[in-house]
């Protein structure tokens, strides 16, 4: 059964404060890993990854992913209250599947 | 282009009754996908079509069922409900991008609340 893990589950930082989401997981026929900011409404994707190693940068957002360790990381730094939001993994599986199976969120609070 | 459309937003049935969430979309997506939220957890995949005519189930589909003729449309029928089925639920779409990977677009989500 396909699992992917987030922590922390919550996290409360100030404005200005760097931080760091987790995602591991474990699917099968692995085609790539997706990351999704929630706020009061639907998901807005941000950044897929297919390949280890490589960065994917924007703003003041990025994400790498380990193919190897199955997890990805997403970091944020200079936080701003805008970052406020549920953060999402999802590995999307291929051979006909075409699923994401998403995690339960980290659940980003920033305060002034 | 509108994206990923829902109707209605917001929905109270009453248990028995039965119901048919919107979708749809104008970006020539073939992958349409329909998913649930409970508070708290992640979303949880219903139903999914791959284009016209074709659709599967996804880790949750009892009590829901689909139809895809058209590429745009996607509607998800739910026959008598159930307190079980009170949710937020997401339509997506999506294409393959050239090197893999399926990026998913989302409707804005119809708040449904079974009582």
């Known amino acids: 059964e396909d699992k992917v893990v987030q922590s922390p589950l919550s996290l409360v930082v100030h404005e200005g404060d760097t931080v760091t989401l987790n995602c591991s997981y474990e699917v099968t026929n692995f085609r790539s890993l997706l990351w999704y900011k929630q706020e009061k409404k639907a998901p807005t994707f941000l950044f897929m990854l297919?390949?280890?190693?490589i960065e994917k940068k924007s703003g003041r957002l990025s994400s790498i992913l380990d193919k190897k360790e199955l997890f990805s990381i997403l970091n944020i730094t200079a936080t701003q209250t805008g970052d406020s939001a549920i953060y999402l993994c999802?590995?999307?599986?291929?051979?006909?599947?075409?699923?994401?199976?998403f995690g339960k969120g980290t659940k980003l609070s920033v305060i002034p | 282009n509108a994206g990923v459309t829902q109707t209605p937003k917001f929905r109270i049935l009453k248990i028995g009754q039965s119901m048919t969430l919107q979708c749809a979309q104008d970006?020539?997506?073939?992958?349409m996908y329909w998913y649930r939220q409970d508070p708290g957890m992640g979303l949880k995949l219903i139903y999914y079509s791959v284009g016209a005519g074709i659709t599967d189930k996804g880790e949750v589909p009892n009590g829901y069922n689909v139809s895809r003729s058209t590429t745009e449309d996607f509607p998800l029928r739910l026959e008598l409900a159930a307190p079980s089925q009170t949710s937020v639920y997401f339509c997506a779409s999506s294409y393959e991008r050239t090197r893999g990977g399926y990026e998913q677009y989302f409707g804005p989500g119809t708040r449904l609340t079974v009582t």
């Open positions: 970006m020539n997506h073939n992958y």
């Open positions: 999802a590995p999307n599986s291929g051979a006909g599947s075409y699923q994401l199976t």
């Open positions: 297919t390949s280890s190693g």
